[in-house]
């Protein structure tokens, strides 16, 4: 059986970007992840310890979205690192994060970047 959780329309308003206005005036953005797990025991234990917080996964993301890059690659790349050093039992997975109406020329809503593993 495949299983995962996913946390959809997460929002934050963070300071990354390339230039310095960007990351001193911040942004909006919006986060979706996408975990794959086994949740078996979870469904025939109802025990939250068999299971992924979603709680804490919304934690950790916050954890990285809090602390100014200029790169989204390197924030997807962190939350991805974080979330992985503290659910072993994650077995791949999704992030996509994006940037609400760019500071680029042109009619943008939005700029993203996704990982999968």
Known sequence: M???IEL???HFYAYH???????KVGNNYEVYIK???DITQAIATDNLL??????????WIKEEMMQPSKLLEHVVG??????????P???GGTIKISK???PIPGDIERASVTISW
């Open 100 to 102: 609400i109406k760019p």
């Open 78 to 87: 962190r939350i991805k690192k974080n979330i992985l050093k503290n659910c």
């Open 8 to 10: 959809e329309k997460i």
């Open 35 to 37: 975990v794959y797990t």
């Open 50 to 59: 068999t299971t992924i917080d979603y709680g804490q996964l919304y934690e």
């Open 89 to 91: 039992n994650i077995t």
């Open 17 to 23: 970007g390339v230039s310095e206005e960007e990351r």
């Open 2 to 4: 495949e299983s995962y």
